[in-house]
Structures are given as structure tokens and as C-alpha cells.
């Protein structure tokens, strides 16, 4: 079994709970450009962590870097995963390890139901929530099981993204801007299941351009500006925070 974490070195890793999810010191590039510049923070257990910053931060390139898809490539870093080593892993052996990534495009496959879209991802082990549960969660999927997954509504295509990562077995969500371009009321939505499932302990990293309606449902926030943190704090204390606000979010 690897047992690494407990990166005591790095400034941002003040906390004395041992984390569930570890970055650190993760150097990203895509060909030659560096993106992500030596980042390190810390997901813990049953937490929300916000990962916030302006357009071109690098918050997409940190979620890829984690879970390991060929772009970027990861120079330099660890990243631990309840005490598995995912930058030893490619893409599938982290899922398979338990990274749950909902890409920003939602990739729904087309020709395929709702239903058939959850089948998929359930067609080989670790299996996570059940199809019942998954429509508990979800009832507007349970409704449209049979229509063809790419005909539902933006808001519901971004349900089914984020059935189809629980339906594995999954150790941390990790979500690329799960509102964008949806309703508010839709929002409100997103944001109460992702309360539900927290509440059943998932672990969870929210990317998004909406940074107060994250910071609402977060925890913890990290903030990137140009491939590095700028800030590790409380939810709390970025929002009551405005120099912070105005200088990293532009709100
Ligand atoms: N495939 C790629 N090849 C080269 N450079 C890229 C690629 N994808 C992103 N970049 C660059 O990397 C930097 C970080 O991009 P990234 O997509 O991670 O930012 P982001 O914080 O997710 O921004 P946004 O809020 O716009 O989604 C940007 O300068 C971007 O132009
Ligand atoms: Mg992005």
C-alpha cells in the first residue's frame, strides 16, 4: 500500500487533518507553455473545495493535470488520492482509483439514452451509486431515462454528467464549471444535490466562473493566478474578503 501525504514543507498545509486528496508542488505544461507553476493544496475527506480564478488561471489545467488525461503534461509533483499516488497513473488507472472527473463540454454521448449513457459507465467495476439511486438523486433523469441523453436541456446534460461520474465508484468529484450557462433556478438545483451528496460523504472540487455561488456551497477555496495559489482559506473568508475578491475574481 503507498502511504506518502503529510507534505509538512509546503505553506499551504497548515491544517493537521490528514488530507484525502494531496497536490503537491505540480508543474503543468502544455508542450511548451507552462501553465500550472509549482501548485500545492490540500482536499480533506467529506469536504467542498472551491477552485477559483480568473479566465486562463489554470484552473482546467490543474482538474486535467489530477486526473491525468494526456494534455497537460505533469513535469514535476505528486498528487495522492487516499493514499494511492495518481502521478504514477494514467487517465484510466485513476479513475479507476477513484477520480471522478465531469469535464466542462459534459461529453454526453450521442445516440446513447439517458439510461444507456449511466449503463456505460457502470460496465465494468468499481461500480458506485445504483441507476435507482442515481434517479432519487436526480428525478428529472429518471423521467427522461429514455430519451436520448444529447436532447435533454443544458441543465439536465450537466445532471447526467454528474450521475454518470457517481454511477462509479468514485473518492472525489471534481467538477469544471457545473453552471455555466444554466438558469439560476437550475443552479439552485445543481447546488442542492451536490449539498445531498456531500452529505453521503463525497469529496468534492468545484471550478467555477460563479465564484460566489461556489463559495456558497464551499468549504474551503483555493484561488490560481497565473499557474500559481494565491490564496488557501475558508470559503468564509473569501467572501468577506473584498481586496481578495476584486484583485483574483473580479467580484
Ligand atoms: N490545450 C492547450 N494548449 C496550449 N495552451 C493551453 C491549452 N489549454 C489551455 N491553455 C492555456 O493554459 C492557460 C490556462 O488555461 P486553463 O484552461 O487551465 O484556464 P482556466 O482557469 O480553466 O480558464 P477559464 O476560466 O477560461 O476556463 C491559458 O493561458 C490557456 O490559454
Ligand atoms: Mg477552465
Known sequence: ???????????????????????????????????????????????????????????????????????????????????????????????????????????????????????????????????????????????????EGITLSGGEQQMLAIARALARDIKVLLLDEPYEGLAPVIVDEIEKTLRHVKEQGMTTVIVEQNAVRALQLADRAVILDTGSIVFDGTAAEVLENEALRSEYLAI
Open 1 to 147: 500500500m503507498n502511504v506518502r501525504p503529510d507534505f509538512s514543507k509546503s505553506a499551504n498545509m497548515a491544517e493537521t487533518a490528514p488530507a484525502f486528496l494531496s497536490v503537491y508542488d505540480m508543474h503543468s505544461y502544455y508542450g511548451e507553455s507552462y501553465i500550472v507553476q509549482g501548485v500545492s493544496f490540500n482536499v480533506h475527506e467529506g469536504e467542498i473545495l472551491a477552485l477559483l480564478g480568473r479566465n486562463g488561471a489554470g484552473k482546467t489545467t490543474t482538474l486535467r493535470s489530477i486526473a491525468r488525461l494526456d494534455d497537460p503534461q505533469v513535469n514535476q509533483g505528486e498528487i495522492w488520492l487516499d493514499h494511492q499516488p495518481l502521478h504514477l497513473m494514467k487517465a484510466h488507472q485513476a479513475s479507476i482509483a477513484g477520480l471522478g472527473l465531469v469535464p466542462e463540454d459534459r461529453r454526453i454521448i450521442p445516440g446513447l439514452t439517458v439510461e444507456e449513457n449511466l449503463q456505460l459507465a457502470q460496465i465494468a467495476p468499481p461500480i458506485g451509486w445504483s441507476l435507482d439511486r442515481l434517479y432519487d438523486l436526480f428525478p428529472r433523469l429518471g423521467e427522461r431515462r429514455k430519451q
